[in-house]
């Protein structure tokens, strides 16, 4: 069956008005130029990928210099959202709870509302104390949360400043007052 697909037709097809067309349609061909064409796109989307990860890798390491850890710190996998912990000021048992979320969430058979939901809530508590350390407002804290390839970059690349002693709270969004 594919054999036939794959033929080039030699007959010229009749249309319903009775002509014919001189040119004949080959199959092979448009299936050459159609995969060529998916992976072009598929490198194009690669590349634009890879340079949105090195953009948030190299804010991430900015980010970490501009707060006095080394920026070697953030390129470890759980050492740095350890740091991190500590750069935002939250409480040290944020970080099992970010890295059991993160886990569950990576699970597909985990991937529900509710784990979902708790990674959006964890990471904001991160954004927010983040936005206050570095003297930014709530709505800073927003946008590092939901478009963290902008926010990450204004943060490690503009005027912001780390200060160690600003006021947040150990327990950041879920404090009690």
Same mark, same amino acid.
């Given at each position: 069956?594919?054999?036939?697909?794959?033929?080039?037709?030699?007959?010229?097809?009749?249309f319903?008005?009775?002509?014919?067309?001189?040119?004949?349609?080959?199959?092979?061909?448009?299936?050459?130029?159609?995969?060529?064409?998916?992976?072009?796109?598929? @490198? #194009? +989307?690669?590349?634009?990928?890879?340079?949105?990860? !090195? /953009?948030?890798?190299?804010? $991430?390491?900015? @980010? #970490? +210099?501009?707060?006095?850890?080394?920026?070697?710190? !953030? /390129?470890i996998?759980?050492? $740095?959202?350890?740091?991190?912990?500590?750069?935002?000021?939250?409480?040290?048992?944020w970080?099992?709870?970010?890295?059991?979320?993160?886990?569950?969430?990576?699970?597909?058979?985990?991937?529900?509302?509710?784990?979902?939901?708790?990674?959006?809530?964890?990471?904001?508590?991160?954004?927010?104390?983040?936005?206050?350390?570095?003297?930014?407002?709530?709505?800073?804290?927003?946008?590092?949360?939901?478009l963290?390839?902008?926010?990450?970059?204004?943060?490690?690349?503009?005027?912001?400043?780390?200060?160690?002693?600003?006021?947040?709270?150990?327990?950041?969004?879920?404090?009690?007052?």
């Open positions: 069956m594919l054999d036939l697909l794959l033929k080039t037709t030699t007959t010229k097809p009749v319903f008005n009775g002509t014919s067309s001189s040119s004949s349609f080959d199959v092979e061909s448009f299936l050459t130029g159609a995969s060529a064409a998916i992976i072009v796109l598929a @490198i #194009f +989307a690669l590349l634009i990928c890879l340079a949105i990860a !090195a /953009l948030i890798i190299v804010s $991430n390491c900015k @980010i #970490f +210099a501009k707060a006095g850890q080394k920026w070697w710190k !953030a /390129l996998p759980l050492y $740095n959202s350890w740091v991190q912990t500590k750069i935002c000021g939250l409480a040290w048992w970080f099992p709870i970010f890295v059991v979320i993160t886990a569950l969430f990576s699970e597909p058979r985990m991937s529900n509302y509710v784990v979902s939901m708790g990674l959006v809530l964890v990471s904001f508590n991160y954004c927010y104390n983040m936005a206050i350390k570095f003297g930014k407002s709530k709505g800073f804290a927003v946008l590092l949360a939901i963290p390839v902008i926010g990450l970059p204004m943060l490690a690349f503009g005027s912001a400043k780390y200060d160690k002693d600003a006021k947040v709270d150990q327990n950041g969004i879920f404090s009690v007052k």
